[in-house]
Every structure is written in structure tokens, then in C-alpha cells.
């Protein structure tokens, strides 16, 4: 079966630095991978997604994530965080083929300081 | 509004008793599912169906829980004989899927129905 692990349950960075979210996956085939943010009072937004061809692949709102299969991991990256990246981000994984039954991490809750 | 609808968007209720939340999904979405997003916990499938038929339920979703969508469009969940544990988020998510086999990989969320059980 499909896992998902965020080793990170809550991280704090100041506004302007740089931004690193882990994701580790657990998955016998090629993985579907996806990162989503949620935002207090808001639904689920898919941030990136990657199931092939270049292993950086670029997202919404300035993020990007590099998938690594040697590591199993889906690192989310952003440069420069903003005081509105505030927000809980989870990490999923997905069969190819199939529908889209996403198996989700337990979230990385981030907190932007001034 | 053109995204994925959710009523209520809370609901407090007393034990045993029974809830119902409907889904309203983006009109063109064939596929909907259902999540269930505990505190400190990411979502948790349930359920999902492609049009009306429901085509995988998980484990979680105990006799007292039933999911309908039948005419393809709006879903309902029910909870029968409501339990404290059952107190959590309920996600409701769509997405158009083609008659190929590789899945679209897009889940357009709802906002979700908060149910408070007392």
C-alpha cells in the first residue's frame, strides 16, 4: 500500500527566506506525487504535481518540488516565503493509473515570522 | 461560484443522532469523493464515485456512513447514529476524468462540512 510521510509537523521561517518542506513516499510503481496547501477557511489547492519527465517541476504561487526516486522524496522548495504562504501543506501520492484516490501525509503546518 | 460546494459547512449534533452533508460538485466532474480530515491528521479517503455508480469504499466508512450521487451530479453522505469519534472534516472533492486508464491527477476541494459531535 501507498504511504506518505512529512517528517515535519510544523516549521517557522522568517518572511523573505527560503522555504524547504519534506516528503518521503512509499510506493511499489511509478508514483503519482502531489503537493496541496490548505489555508484556514479554504479548501484543499493543488499547488504541483509530477508523475514524469523532468524531476523539478513547477508549481503555483512561486513553488517548485524535485522528485528524487533514488531518496523516495518529493521536497516542496519555495526561495523567498511570503507572510500569506502561511498555510498547511501536505504531500500525496497516487496510483498513475487509476483514479484519483490520493493517499496524503499528516501535513507540514508552516508559520511565517516577520 | 464555479468550485465544489459544501452544505452545511458546520454541523453540531448530539450523539445518535443522524447528519446528512451534501456535496455539489464542478458541473462538468464525472468522478467525486469523499474525505474525512481529522485534527493534526491529513484527509482520509472514504469514497468516490464516477457518475452514479460508487466505485470503492474504504475500510473507514462503517454501516452507519452512506454516500449517494444519483443522478451523477450532487452527493449526499449520511451518518446514521452519530458517535464522538465520528466528530471530524468532510471533504468532498471532484474531478473529469477521460475513458483512459491514466488518471488526471486533479482534486478540486470543497471547504468542507465541520461535524461537531456532543
Known amino acids: 500500500a501507498q504511504s506518505v510521510t512529512q517528517p515535519d509537523i510544523h516549521i517557522t521561517v522568517s518572511e523573505g527566506a527560503s522555504l524547504e518542506l519534506r516528503c518521503n513516499y512509499s510506493y511499489g510503481a511509478t508514483p503519482y506525487l502531489f503537493w496541496y496547501v490548505q489555508s484556514p477557511g479554504q479548501g484543499l489547492q493543488l499547488l504541483l504535481k509530477y508523475f514524469s519527465g523532468d524531476t523539478l517541476v513547477q508549481g503555483i504561487k512561486g513553488f517548485e518540488a524535485e522528485f528524487k526516486r533514488s531518496q523516495s522524496s518529493f521536497n516542496l522548495r519555495k526561495p523567498s516565503v511570503h507572510w500569506s504562504d502561511a498555510a498547511e501543506y501536505f504531500c500525496?501520492?497516487?496510483?498513475?493509473?487509476?483514479?484519483?484516490?490520493?493517499?496524503f501525509g499528516t501535513g507540514t503546518r508552516l508559520t511565517i515570522i516577520p | 461560484d464555479t468550485g465544489v460546494s459544501q452544505n452545511p459547512r458546520h454541523k453540531i449534533t448530539k450523539r445518535g443522532q443522524n447528519v446528512t452533508f451534501r456535496c455539489d460538485p464542478i458541473s462538468e466532474h464525472n468522478r467525486l469523493y469523499w474525505y474525512r480530515q481529522t485534527l493534526g491528521q491529513g484527509p482520509e479517503f472514504l469514497t468516490y464515485?464516477?457518475?452514479?455508480?460508487?466505485?470503492?469504499k474504504s475500510r473507514l466508512l462503517s454501516d452507519r456512513f452512506s454516500a449517494e450521487r444519483p443522478k451523477g451530479s450532487f452527493s449526499t453522505l449520511e451518518i446514521q447514529r452519530t458517535e464522538q469519534g465520528d466528530s471530524a472534516m468532510y471533504l468532498c472533492a471532484s474531478s473529469l476524468a477521460s475513458g483512459r486508464q491514466r488518471n488526471t491527477g486533479e482534486l478540486f476541494f470543497g471547504e468542507g462540512s465541520r461535524l461537531t459531535v456532543l
Open positions: 464515485f464516477q457518475n452514479e455508480a460508487q466505485l470503492e
Open positions: 500525496a501520492v497516487a496510483a498513475l493509473f487509476g483514479n484519483e484516490k490520493l493517499t
